[in-house]
């Protein structure tokens, strides 16, 4: 028998000031999964991942966890969800307090001191010197660890983590993830994570999910251009991205419609191979080689201006082409490819 | 300006000797300000807190009221709660006119509006990653609300502060409502009225270092609490 998943959302909607911000129509996440969220800016991550937590209501709709739909406050989930913000919160206390507020909340006090400086620990801070700091004594990347501490104390069932190592040094990052991953292989906690990380992602994620304008945009990175497009002669568009280069697009269907191209649908050739023989071209540089675990492809990234587009190299690509970060590279696509969101 | 300098000395002796007339005063003004300060405490928190907390149809104009009432003049309140309290006044069966009780209850509406707009305003300023934080931690909603209070509890310190340095150093409610009666009702700011219209310049001064001395051990105490 399949297991049951462990959050299943219907039909949600969830509105800020009449404008809808999340719209999500059938979404299941597995127990002891790793997943990903990946989205531009104010493409609704937060927002979901608040609908997860259950510290909002959804507009409409309903967040089912392990079948049952739950509310916010709801003692089905109040002890088992947990969620670390992209800014970490400590409250006007020491540390020590700061991380055994949780415990406490649940009324499990015996051997506090330890299980506090063991969760200290497991984010690379000594109990000994941090726990009895205030919460100004700490820098932001020691701040989001304490405030990690606090959340793998409770051994959550989920814990939802927003963009949890966008503002913290390499080290504290390093650290944040390695405990992330550590609890879901000591008590098998389900992650979800929100990060622009991608390349952390692709590697520890079971599955990743990305949203566009509030909507799922299904399971694979895509690329997604904004306006404004400019017209050119024979009914084409534009969207300039660097000097000279430009990408082509059909006639745009509204003003604010953005340009989606499948990674699918972009070929990357090297300089040395064959030139192709259809479609429009641009000239990029690689950025990034990803392995995704899920489907075993490999993910280019190539840099055109400011925009990073995202190629998948086929099998046969991969297993002759020899391409390497930092190489100039040809992309080729058909206009006619392109969708509109 | 001798009188001046006479009065000080005669303060000082007064204080050390002790006398019953001015320990008469002190207790009065404690008792009644104790009696105001709790009922303002009790009824203010929870109104600042739901003001500056959540977001309803009509704060604004709340806010408004509350903000005007900051600048009710003690003489009027004690109009008011004279008229309330006198024979004649609805709340005249109750005997309260000319008792400490019935000078609480002008104090308390002094009161009131300080500490609901200080701690509205200092609930407004609350980090919002606070509610998530403690929700995601597992608050129900009272400990969301209990904890919320004790992160602002230096600007509720604040607030409280504030309205008794108010209450303390009124005097036109205590002596409307209160109408100085010797060893009743008259508190340290209306007995230094009389001492000043009797031309008693050192039993006046006398009273007003002990409000000044009053003071300054409540503002010790509180920020020795801030430090712990």
């Known amino acids: 028998m399949k297991e049951r ?60 966890f392990e079948g049952k739909p739950v509310e916010p406050f709801s003692d089905t989930v109040r002890f088992q969800v947990t969620f670390l913000t992209q800014t ?42 941090f726990a009895h700091r205030k919460w100004y004594e700490l820098s932001g990347g020691e701040a989001q660890r304490v405030a990690l501490a606090a959340r793998l104390i409770l051994k959550p069932k989920v814990l939802l983590l927003d963009e949890p190592t966008a503002n913290v040094d390499v080290d504290s990052s390093r650290l944040i993830r390695e405990a992330s991953l550590r609890a879901r292989e000591k008590w098998g906690t389900t992650l979800v994570i929100a990060s622009h990380d991608l390349e952390w992602l692709s590697g520890v994620c079971d599955n990743i999910i990305y949203l566009f304008r509030g909507r799922l945009s299904g399971n694979r990175k895509t690329n997604i251009i904004f306006g404004p497009f400019t017209p050119l002669p024979g009914g084409f568009y534009e969207k300039n991205l660097s000097k000279g280069q430009g990408l082509v697009v059909p006639r745009p269907p509204h003003e604010n419609a953005a340009a989606v191209i499948d990674p699918e649908k972009i070929h990357v050739f090297s300089k040395e191979d064959l030139t192709p023989s259809t479609g429009k071209y641009l000239r990029g540089i690689i950025t990034r080689l990803v392995l995704e675990k899920e489907t075993g492809n490999i993910a280019a990234s190539v840099l055109i201006g400011s925009f990073e587009f995202c190629a998948n190299l086929s099998h046969k690509q991969s297993r002759y082409s020899v391409l390497y970060p930092g190489e100039e590279v040809i992309l080729s696509y058909d206009p006619g490819d392109i969708d509109w969101r | 300006m001798e009188y001046l300098l006479e009065g000080f000395i005669k303060a000082v002796q007064l204080i050390i000797e002790g006398d019953d007339q001015t320990w008469s005063a002190v207790s009065a003004t404690l008792t009644v300000s104790g009696y105001s300060m709790g009922a303002s405490l009790i009824i203010g928190i929870p109104l600042g807190f739901f003001l500056g907390y959540f977001s309803f149809p009509g704060k604004t104009k709340i806010r408004l009221i509350v903000d005007t009432m900051l600048s009710l003049p003690t003489v009027f309140i004690g109009l008011l709660v004279y008229a309330f309290l006198s024979r004649r006044g609805p709340l005249g069966d109750f005997g309260l006119l000319f008792t400490l009780p019935g000078v609480a209850i002008g104090q308390t509406i002094l009161a009131l509006p300080i500490v609901i707009a200080l701690c509205a305003t200092a609930v407004e300023a609350m980090d919002r990653h606070l509610r998530i934080t403690l929700i995601s931690l597992g608050a129900s909603r009272s400990q969301l609300v209990l904890t919320s209070l004790w992160e602002v509890r230096y600007g509720i310190f604040a607030a409280a502060l504030t309205a008794y340095g108010r209450v303390m150093t009124e005097v036109g409610i205590s002596m409307m409502v209160g109408g100085n009666i010797k060893w009743y009702t008259r508190t340290i700011t209306t007995a230094i009225v009389l001492e000043t219209g009797k031309g008693m310049f050192a039993m006046g001064i006398a009273l007003g270092l002990i409000l000044i001395a009053i003071a300054f051990v409540v503002n010790l105490s509180v920020s020795f609490a801030r430090k712990k």
């Open chain 1, 88 to 129: 970490p919160y400590l409250m006007k206390r020491t540390v020590f307090r700061n991380i055994k507020y949780g415990l406490q909340l649940r009324g499990d006090t015996d051997n506090i001191k330890k299980k506090v400086y063991e969760s200290l620990a497991l984010v690379g801070l000594s109990g000994e010197s």
């Open chain 1, 5 to 64: 998943p462990i959050y299943q959302v219907k039909q949600l909607v969830h509105r800020y000031w009449q404008e809808p911000v999340l719209q999500v129509e059938d979404l299941s996440i597995s127990q002891n999964s790793i997943v990903g969220l990946v989205g531009p800016n104010g493409s609704g991550k937060s927002t979901l991942l608040k609908m997860l937590a259950f510290i909002e209501k959804p507009t409409s709709g309903t967040v089912f």
